[in-house]
């Protein structure tokens, strides 16, 4: 076994994720032969969630000190999580792995993901409905983070095990069926592997001629964004005649991609055609993030999206103005905003007192001014003694004054 040269220069710091298993134990060791260890270090992360997680710790610490380099430890205190345990434990691992980098100047990250990982996260995609682009299989490098074993599998693992004698610890819950990966890999692949030696070779194949397919349609798709696509710290949207006019090979694709770049969240195929089908005015991606219809515009929000500042909103204005209404509008130059002002976000219900001193809902302002479903909740609104007084840059309403910050 050995390391593919174009994963890691001699100048790099690496930072290896260390759990103490066979894979990380093998990594530790070849990494060792080709570097010098004051540029190597172990990061192990200790979710809290089994019984003897403690002792894994100490046994990473120990090799640690073995072989003298430096030791960073970060525990999670998982052990209450009572739903989607392994990928809130997986989120939850990469932050702190990335951390402790960053802090420490480490700028790589080594994980000891197999031939064998890769092959079993294809039948766990398969298993919850991924799309094809999500079947391409763990990546070798992506930012800070490298996996320099994915050429080889768990019996060229165990092979180097034994004829380096390596120390190792076993995780006892691998052989329990607890989560779908120990029932794919104790279960269901020993069972296909009796009808088809070949089966391991033919995934990877795949796999590798979906990572090229996916790298054809990124080009396509990353331009696409670059584009058409306009992003908010919370939001993003694109006009929504051009994803009609796309193949759907790349409609699929597309929201696969906004949601996890922007949104570091995912969904099976079924949830994104079910988006691209259009048929619903509002529709819950995931526990993170919405997505939103009107008759101009599709939009991906997080649940938790705060009010847009004043420089944002120009900016949105900028975009939007062609597409909606707006009446004695405030625009730039008589924007005025002082110490008196609050900026608050819609609430249903909520009056507005017009400029004409008609109180009308601000919900039926909105409609008035065709401001996207989207948008409402996140326009901001000026405020002066519990009275709103403006939408900036849509409507100057009755007690609007800029020549004074008080109520008329």
């Not at 120990?62 to 998982?78: H, P, T």
């Not at 420490?104 to 919850?128: C, G, M, P, V, W």
């Not at 607890?178 to 890999?185: D, P, S, T």
């Not at 391991?200 to 696509?229: A, C, G, P, R, S």
Request: aromatic share 12%; with cysteine.
């Amino acid at each position: 076994m050995f390391l593919k040269k174009s994963l890691i220069k001699k100048s790099d710091k690496i930072l290896i994720a260390f759990s103490g298993g066979k894979d990380s134990v093998v990594l530790l060791d070849l990494l060792l032969k080709s570097f010098e260890k004051s540029n190597i270090a172990i990061a192990h992360i200790n979710h809290e969630i089994r019984e003897n997680s403690s002792l894994d710790a100490r046994f990473s610490q120990d090799i640690a000190k073995k072989y003298g380099i430096l030791y960073f430890q970060k525990n999670l205190g998982l052990k209450n999580i009572s739903s989607n345990i392994e990928a809130v434990a997986r989120d939850n691992r990469y932050n702190a792995l990335i951390k402790i980098a960053k802090d420490n100047s480490f700028n790589k990250i080594a994980t000891a993901h197999t031939k064998s990982d890769n092959i079993e996260q294809f039948f766990i995609k398969l298993y919850r409905g991924s799309s094809l682009s999500g079947l391409g299989g763990i990546s070798e490098a992506r930012d800070m983070i490298i996996r320099p074993l994915l050429a080889y599998s768990s019996e060229d693992i165990k092979a180097y095990i034994k004829n380096n004698n390596l120390s190792h610890i076993e995780d006892e819950t691998n052989a329990e069926n607890l989560y779908l990966r120990n029932k794919i890999r104790n279960t269901i692949l020993p069972k296909i592997n009796i009808e088809n030696y070949d089966l391991h070779t033919h995934i990877i194949n795949l796999m590798t001629q979906i990572e090229k397919d996916n790298l054809y349609f990124n080009n396509i798709i990353n331009e696409f964004i670059d584009k058409n696509v306009h992003i908010f710290n919370d939001f993003l949207f694109f006009d929504k005649s051009l994803l009609l006019n796309l193949p759907e090979s790349i409609k699929t694709r597309l929201i696969h991609k906004l949601l996890y770049q922007f949104f570091n969240t995912t969904s099976n195929f079924n949830k994104i055609m079910e988006i691209i089908k259009e048929d619903k005015e509002k529709l819950q991606v995931s526990s993170k993030v919405d997505l939103f219809f009107d008759n101009n515009f599709i939009s991906i929000v997080k649940n938790n999206a705060k009010t847009l500042n004043i420089k944002d909103t120009e900016r949105l204005f900028s975009i939007i103005k062609d597409k909606i209404k707006f009446f004695r509008a405030c625009e730039t130059s008589d924007l005025f905003i002082d110490e008196n002002i609050q900026l608050i976000n819609f609430t249903t219900g909520e009056k507005f007192q017009k400029y004409n001193n008609k109180t009308v809902k601000l919900k039926d302002v909105f409609i008035d001014h065709k401001i996207p479903i989207f948008l409402r909740r996140l326009w901001p609104l000026l405020s002066l003694n519990n009275e709103v007084i403006a939408l900036a840059f849509l409507e100057k309403g009755y007690y609007y004054n800029p020549k004074n910050s008080y109520k008329q």
